[in-house]
């Protein structure tokens, strides 16, 4: 059984498009996030959320929108898709959301390519 | 902005050799640190934590933790081909309103048989 999943696992799609990704854990989490990671490798945070709720936002468009529909799912939604949007995003989840929390279990990723 | 420094590389050595890899951190208040490997086109996953000054070790690979220079490395005994990654350091850091896990930009390792 996979641990963290997202789908799709490769989206390739036209400039101005809205694209969605979809996530879920089956590891009982209460924690899950989005990173993105771009060309250089560089894995940075976008949002999480605990137990539904967002509780880090970090500076994303607002083309971007994450929902949480309950603690085992966590979709992110891009509107007006844009060429430096093309990257992998991974979804992960972690047990808590504390100060010591750093053992995230990540899906596979999510590439994404703007045309 | 709270920092995760790592040399990019490609750090290479040779097949059967101690591989060292380094990272620095800005905020002097971090607790525990985390090292996670990520094989290309591959998801990361954790190998070693530590959250104590000294050396942690699990197998063949040795964490350190040096709180007061704000430096922590990774040592890869009896390196092996299959070690070829990219290695991330990650310290759990405050951002708007909640902690999440800072990834460095990796350091890439390439072991030659």
């Known amino acids: 059984d996979t641990a963290v999943s997202q789908t799709p696992k490769y989206l390739v799609t036209q400039m101005g498009n809205d694209k969605s990704i979809k996530c879920e854990q089956n590891?009982?989490?209460?924690?899950m996030y989005w990173y993105k990671q771009d060309s250089k490798k560089f894995l940075k945070i976008m949002f999480s959320y605990n137990n539904k709720e967002l509780i880090i936002n970090e500076t994303v468009p607002n083309r971007f929108s994450p929902k949480s529909p309950d603690k085992a799912h966590l979709n992110l939604h891009i509107n007006s898709l844009e060429l430096g949007d093309s990257a992998v995003y991974f979804c992960?989840?972690?047990?808590?959301?504390?100060?010591?929390?750093?053992?995230?279990?990540f899906g596979e990723g999510s590439r994404l390519t703007v045309l | 902005q709270k920092e995760v420094e790592q040399n990019s590389g490609p750090l290479s050595v040779p097949e059967g050799a101690i591989a060292s890899l380094n990272c620095t951190y800005s905020?002097?208040?971090?607790?525990?640190f985390f090292w996670y490997r990520q094989y290309s086109g591959k998801s990361p996953e954790l190998i070693m934590f530590i959250y104590s000054n000294g050396d942690k070790e699990d197998g063949r690979f040795t964490a350190q933790l040096n709180k007061a220079s704000q430096y922590v490395s990774l040592l890869i005994r009896d390196s092996q081909p299959s070690d070829s990654a990219t290695y991330l350091c990650a310290v759990p850091t405050y951002t708007n309103s909640g902690y999440a896990l800072n990834f460095g930009k990796g350091t890439s390792l390439l072991v030659t048989p």
């Open positions: 590891l009982g989490h209460d924690t």
């Open positions: 992960a989840s972690s047990h808590s959301a504390g100060a010591n929390t750093g053992e995230l279990f």
């Open positions: 905020d002097r208040g971090s607790q525990s």
